[in-house]
């Protein structure tokens, strides 16, 4: 084990020796449900890298406890224990939506006196309309793109103790905010939130979305690796798009390939990379954790963070 600056560098290798699992709690087929489009993961992923990884938020849960508990100690009363919430950030395409829902799915069968909730800070993107209002369109992702007080709002609500807490439901096939529907976060133990922006700047002087989290991942990988899988993805949005006239994607997939992996190589180096670089990849010393991908998606390297 290495160290990095404020992290310590663990080789996978060595990772998969701290915690020896039983039973992997979930099949083949499931873990094919969970992963994203074009994303790569095995069971053996799942055995060397996130069962360990689940066992270690279990040991900051456990701290977490504890200080709520000597809390209510200390003020001679009883402290209601807030739910344990775990932010995952990283690229676009990077795969840290199939990290959280499986981690949702492990953390949810490990611990089974659990209930863990997902959400997504898509939900929290202002609508396609009021992003053409203002002109950023094409800085959608962008934290200028993102209600991020209504986020922190929601986020507080949560730790708060609050129940049936409506969000907006955000739609990749439509690339827009559904209007009138919504998700519902209903008083979990475990709260899971993803997104791009969740480590970032604060919407205010005052407040860090990641003021909210207990626990904080970041999912990593070479900008060339990510464009690659970017480039991968959108191909195989395209491939299946062309069966959906109601897709985002159905215009580019019913003209020439060439000229949409033209726009998408330009989007990439525009929007996504510029993000990345800029607003992104800044927060990554941020996170308690780093999940850190080589080819084909495998995690190479976990960086905890030290202090």
């Given at each position: ?39 790569r993961i095995s069971m ?97 992702g962008f934290p200028e ?135 992104i990849l800044p927060t ?24």
């Amino acid at each position: 084990m290495n160290e990095r600056g404020n992290y310590y560098r663990i080789a996978r290798d060595d990772w998969q020796d701290f915690y020896t699992p039983g039973n992997t709690p979930l099949t083949q087929a499931e873990l094919d449900s969970i992963k994203s489009l074009n994303d790569r993961i095995s069971m053996k992923d799942v055995e060397d890298v996130y069962v360990p990884l689940c066992h270690l938020i279990h040991l900051y849960m456990k701290d977490f406890e504890s200080l709520t508990l000597s809390k209510g100690l200390f003020l001679h009363r009883y402290v209601k224990m807030p739910p344990f919430i775990i932010g995952i950030a990283g690229s676009v395409a990077v795969g840290k939506s199939t990290t959280a829902r499986l981690l949702q799915t492990l953390l949810d069968r490990l611990f089974k006196h659990q209930t863990v909730q997902l959400i997504t800070t898509d939900g929290f993107l202002y609508p396609n309309a009021v992003l053409e209002k203002r002109g950023i369109m094409d800085r959608k992702g962008f934290p200028e793109s993102y209600d991020m007080e209504k986020l922190i709002d929601v986020l507080n609500e949560v730790k708060s103790g609050k129940e049936n807490i409506p969000i907006p439901k955000y739609s990749h096939d439509v690339y827009d905010i559904v209007d009138g529907e919504f998700e519902t976060i209903d008083s979990p133990d475990i709260l899971i939130v993803e997104g791009i922006n969740t480590l970032q700047l604060p919407a205010n002087q005052q407040i860090y979305v990641s003021d909210f989290f207990d626990l904080s991942i970041f999912v990593d990988a070479e900008p060339k690796m990510i464009e690659r899988w970017y480039l991968e993805r959108f191909e195989s949005l395209l491939d299946t798009a062309f069966k959906k006239p109601e897709n985002y994607y159905y215009q580019y997939a019913i003209g020439d390939r060439q000229t949409a992996l033209t726009m998408a190589e330009d989007v990439w180096k525009n929007v996504n990379l510029k993000n990345l670089e800029e607003y992104i990849l800044p927060t990554r010393g941020r996170a308690d954790i780093i999940l850190h991908k080589a080819k084909h998606h495998i995690i190479d390297e976990i960086y905890l963070r030290k202090y």
